[in-house]
């Protein structure tokens, strides 16, 4: 029978290596089938992280031979057994233990979401939503959160320091997933601008690349909200149409004042944000535009 190689990455916070598994060849498996068997073999100790096994939990995620891929869905035949198959936890994350990454960034990003606010017509029952507005909300809807989009964005995989001004591309898609709903009166453009660092995507369209539901998150979310945010911004047109019907934008502390982490901060949202951007950041109003980052009209 034929064997294969698995060079898995063993290690903890402290440091680690890859180390080389042997093991027969089984027709049919994917990674993480690979995985279990050495688990029940030569290394019961192997910690890795999985649910479903079925690509909908996203559970499973990591870099196969340096792509990020979700284990449970890349079978092993599509890759080449002739040299070692590596397995490394996802290098965006700080690891904790082999395979398996602190992934908690991403859910301090999502409470900084301002929530979906509706409009008080048509509420009846008298709206009726147009099939396309129905169609683009449940693209971004299908996102399973196995991070891999974050993991591959090179905004913060290279550059540790952007973390606390980044949200990234899986919040990108859920900002416009409510900033595109007919019914939503929320106004976050100033928040993206100056909070979520937008700018500093520069659209190469490596998280669209390795996205396993395939939604096109640079065409359908990151490109149409630079667009709103460099109108609202710069656009002189609708400077103008602001001040004749008397509308102002909503600023990044009003926005973000909604969001769970400033509505109803936990002791872990004070915290992360006191370390990421000082003391003052424990109120809304640190959001202000003196504390603006890069805008949206940045690299494209």
Same mark, same amino acid.
């Given at each position: 029978m ?5 060079r ?7 440091g ?8 027969p060849?089984v027709?049919?498996? +994917?990674? #993480?089938?690979? =995985?279990?068997? =050495? ?6 100790d192997l ?5 479903c096994?079925?690509? @909908? ?5 990591a870099e196969?031979n340096?792509?990020?891929r979700?284990?449970?869905m ?6 080449p057994t002739?040299?070692?198959?590596t +397995?490394?936890?996802m ?11 602190d992934v ?12 979906f ?10 709206f009726?939503?147009?099939?396309v507005d ?7 809807? @299908?996102c399973i959160?196995?991070f891999?989009c974050?993991?591959v ?8 320091? &952007?973390?606390?001004?980044y949200?990234?591309?899986?919040w990108?898609i859920?900002f ?5 709903h007919?019914?939503?009166? &929320?106004?976050?453009?100033e928040?993206?601008?100056?909070r ?6 520069? =659209?190469? @369209?490596?998280?669209?690349?390795v996205?396993?539901?395939? =939604? ?5 979310a990151?490109?149409?909200? @630079?667009?709103r +945010?460099?109108d609202?911004?710069y656009?002189p ?11 102002s934008?909503?600023s990044?502390?009003?926005? #973000?004042?909604d ?6 901060p ?12 000082g ?7 640190a959001a202000?535009?003196?504390?603006a980052?890069?805008s949206a009209?940045?690299?494209?």
């Amino acid at each position: 029978m034929a064997e294969l190689t698995m060079r898995i990455w063993r290690g903890d916070p402290a440091g680690g290596d890859f180390i080389d598994y042997r093991i027969p060849e089984v027709e049919g498996e +994917v990674v #993480l089938d690979v =995985i279990h068997r =050495i688990q029940a073999g030569p290394a019961p100790d192997l910690a890795c992280r999985w649910n479903c096994k079925a690509g @909908k939990c996203g559970s499973c995620s990591a870099e196969i031979n340096g792509r990020p891929r979700l284990m449970c869905m890349t079978r092993m035949d599509t890759l080449p057994t002739d040299q070692p198959v590596t +397995v490394a936890p996802m290098r965006t994350f700080p690891i904790i233990r082999d395979l398996v990454t602190d992934v908690s960034f991403n859910y301090v990003m999502a409470r900084q979401v301002p929530p979906f606010r509706p409009a008080t017509s048509g509420l009846d029952g008298s709206f009726r939503m147009a099939q396309v507005d129905v169609d683009r909300g449940q693209e971004f809807r @299908k996102c399973i959160e196995c991070f891999l989009c974050q993991d591959v964005c090179h905004v913060i995989r290279d550059h540790e320091e &952007n973390k606390a001004r980044y949200s990234g591309p899986r919040w990108f898609i859920r900002f416009m997933e409510l900033e595109s709903h007919p019914l939503d009166t &929320n106004d976050r453009r100033e928040l993206l601008r100056q909070r979520m660092g937008l700018g500093m995507c520069n =659209i190469t @369209k490596c998280c669209t690349e390795v996205c396993p539901e395939h =939604i096109k998150i640079t065409d359908n979310a990151i490109i149409p909200l @630079k667009e709103r +945010v460099v109108d609202a911004a710069y656009d002189p047109v609708a400077w103008l149409g602001r001040k004749i019907l008397r509308r102002s934008k909503r600023s990044a502390a009003e926005a #973000l004042a909604d969001a769970p982490s400033y509505a109803a901060p936990t002791a872990e949202d004070l915290a992360s944000r006191k370390s990421a951007t000082g003391p003052s950041a424990a109120s809304p109003s640190a959001a202000s535009p003196s504390a603006a980052g890069p805008s949206a009209a940045g690299p494209a």
